[in-house]
């Protein structure tokens, strides 16, 4: 089935620094990735949506500077936290929508935990 | 307003023993997708079970269960037998628009964290 690869599985960085979260789709083109962020028992929260080519829809309160998301081709999309800081410490997750026995279904990355100290 | 709403933060259940978990949700919608995951504490999505607005008999998958009220806009999910790696976090989201030729963004539920005793 389909399988979308997410780098790093978790990641610790320093305040103030970037950091990079890439979703590769294994066996099929992704044209979209949903961009989900998770905290600790609570619920998923849809940041963003990437259309490869063109630019990422972002969701009320998201803040595009800092969330940087590229989805230059078919199956790479990335999510940059740029200026990290610890209340952007949470759970990132990738999903991409995949054909399943004639449905859209959805293709979930196995997530990053990023940890800023 | 909230979409999804999982009224139940936390649930246990006795090995071997049925359990639901409550979904509810809000749509104006005709045609949208009901969805059921499980995620461990790897934090992996892992999908469960699929409901359609339009299908008329209760989605089942091995163990795993759908119990749809369309007129109460309610989407239960029913795990018979529980096993000890059933313990988790479930999740019921919905993606509002058909699927069959479009997919839309999914909205998910608060949660409910399923704790299973031996």
């Known amino acids: 089935g389909a399988v979308v690869s997410q780098h790093p599985s978790w990641v610790i960085c320093k305040s103030g620094t970037s950091v990079k979260i890439e979703c590769r789709s294994l066996?099929?083109?992704?044209?979209?990735m949903f961009w989900y962020r998770q905290f600790p028992k609570q619920s998923l929260m849809l940041m963003a949506t990437?259309?490869?080519?063109?630019?990422?829809?972002?969701e009320q309160g998201v803040e595009k500077d800092k969330f940087l998301i590229n989805h230059a081709s078919l199956t790479l999309s990335t999510l940059t936290v740029t200026s990290a800081h610890p209340e952007d410490s949470s759970f990132y997750i990738c999903?991409?929508?995949?054909?399943?026995?004639?449905?859209?279904?959805?293709?979930f990355g196995s997530g990053t935990r990023l940890t800023v100290v | 307003a909230q979409k999804i709403t999982q009224t139940q933060p936390g649930m246990f259940v006795q090995e071997k023993e049925a359990v639901t978990l409550d979904c509810t949700y809000d749509t104006s919608d005709q045609s949208y997708g009901l969805f059921w995951y499980k995620q461990p504490s790897s934090g992996e999505m892992i999908f469960l079970i699929y409901?359609?607005?339009?299908?008329?008999q209760n989605a089942t998958e091995g163990r795993y269960s759908l119990n749809f009220q369309k007129a109460r806009k309610s989407a239960n999910l029913v795990i018979s037998a529980s096993q000890l790696g059933d313990s988790a976090m479930y999740f019921c989201a919905m993606r509002e628009g058909g699927g069959g030729t479009s997919y839309g963004k999914l909205t998910f539920g608060q949660g409910t964290i399923l704790t299973v005793h031996p």
């Open positions: 066996d099929f083109q992704a044209t979209t």
């Open positions: 999903s991409a929508p995949t054909r399943q026995g004639g449905l859209w279904g959805y293709t």
């Open positions: 990437s259309n490869e080519g063109s630019k990422a829809t972002y």
């Open positions: 409901q359609g607005s339009y299908d008329e």
